[in-house]
């Protein structure tokens, strides 16, 4: 899990640099998810999201605050949600995180116990990832041997975009000059800390190989959300972040579509026969695949998601999700094909330091995707046919608020 990365910075998700050879060249051979969705707009209430398959405000946790009530942690153990590690555990599998993440971690008032035999949190600020990365090759070797689940959380590319300089300098060079000049200084650190994320996966990718892991494995690549760097989305809610470059304040397709690649073991590559989902789908579904990819059962009536191993392996099964809910710090939205709402709570509708230069409330958001895909007009004020729809479908899709006793 690669912390804070936006589809479109990879070189195979259309960012116009040359950011991820590495990963390009592991794409080839690997599923794709081309449209995918995560279902919070900031890092706990996504990955509880898709490690759950439940919307994370549905079993109990809030989404706008850091930490996590003994009243929250209380009502999320009583639901008794099913694990992803979990799944894994009772399979007999070794589960293990290694992270700079205390959002899995109950101990911390923070975050929740999901179910690790072992959690290690490296907590080493600037040389976290380097540290996390030999952490993990450690795991490899003592484990090459043994059935495991491990979760991998890469910090970089997360604000504050410090990548090693001659990642950086790497990458202008092989840029076309035009499009990297247009970039101001933040975003070009950025996809410098991105290109700098792809040389680590190479490093983790050859000790797998190593291990005779690689081809024996089951790999995933995903984020638990993107990152707004964009002028046009210059968007700040009245007492979140002060500066352009963030996530959890908005929703728009830069914030909260990520990549999702899945590489399969060798021997199930004549098995596969769908690689490449086109359509939009969700977090929630990476517990369900994942767990249909390995034949293991679950209970179906505790995850959201769909199951897309069925559509990989060639049988009958879903290929998309027709409407994606996300939730955000006091904030929601839907997503269609054709067009995206976004709902504020009320009370918590002001915003300022956006493009229109001064404070104002929005409590709705609505943008016809079809034409205009890259969310600048709000309809919310002229189109009530749509507006009426897209509440009406909110509200089929929202959360069952105050629901727990």
């Known amino acids: 899990m690669i912390d804070a990365l936006r589809q479109d910075s990879l070189s195979s998700g259309g960012s116009p640099f040359p950011t991820t050879p590495i990963l390009d060249s592991f794409s080839k051979d690997s599923i794709i998810f081309k449209k995918t969705i ?14 759950t398959s439940e919307i994370a405000s549905n079993l109990g946790l809030g989404n706008a605050w850091f930490y996590t009530s003994a009243q ?71 484990h090459k041997e043994d059935l495991f689940f491990l979760h991998l959380n890469l910090n970089t590319p997360h604000w504050g975009y410090r990548p090693p300089s001659q990642f950086l300098q790497e990458l202008k060079k092989k ?151 996300t939730e955000g710090r006091f904030s929601e939205s839907i997503l269609t094909p054709d067009f995206k709402y976004i709902r504020r709570y009320p009370g918590y509708d002001l915003v300022r330091r956006t493009r229109e230069g001064t404070s104002h409330k929005m409590p709705e958001e609505l943008y016809d995707l079809i034409k205009d895909p890259m969310e600048l007009e709000n309809l919310a004020n002229s189109n009530f046919e749509l507006l009426g729809e897209a509440r009406s479908i909110l509200k089929e899709n929202q959360l069952s608020k105050n629901s727990f006793f």
């Open 38 to 51: 995560a279902n919070g707009n900031w890092t706990k209430p996504s990955m509880i999201s898709f490690f």
């Open 175 to 325: 840029s076309d000059p035009l499009l990297w000049n247009q970039l101001d200084e933040y975003q070009q650190k950025y996809l410098g800390e991105v290109r700098y994320t792809d040389f680590l996966l190479g490093k983790i990718f050859d000790e797998l190989k190593k291990q005779g892991l690689f081809d024996n494995s089951w790999i995933v690549i995903t984020s638990d959300h993107g990152e707004l760097l964009e002028t046009s989305h210059y968007y700040h809610h009245h007492f979140i972040a002060e500066k352009v470059y963030a996530h959890g304040e908005t929703h728009y397709e830069k914030e909260i579509r990520v990549p999702w690649i899945i590489h399969p073991p060798k021997s199930f590559l004549n098995q596969i026969q769908k690689s490449e989902f086109s359509d939009q789908v969700s977090l929630l579904s990476l517990m369900p695949t994942l767990l249909g990819l390995n034949r293991i059962s679950y209970p179906k009536d505790k995850l959201k998601g769909n199951d897309y191993s069925k559509a990989i392996f060639g049988e009958k099964g879903p290929e998309s999700e027709p409407v994606i809910y």
């Open 72 to 142: 929250q942690r209380k009502i999320f153990y009583s639901k008794k949600p099913f694990t992803l590690p979990n799944a894994f555990r009772k399979e007999g599998y070794f589960t293990e995180s290694i992270m700079n993440n205390v959002f899995l971690m109950d101990y911390t008032s923070v975050g929740v116990d999901l179910g690790f035999h072992k959690i290690q949190q490296v907590g080493k600020d600037n040389l976290d990832t380097e540290e996390l990365v030999s952490r993990a090759e450690t795991f490899f070797r003592d």
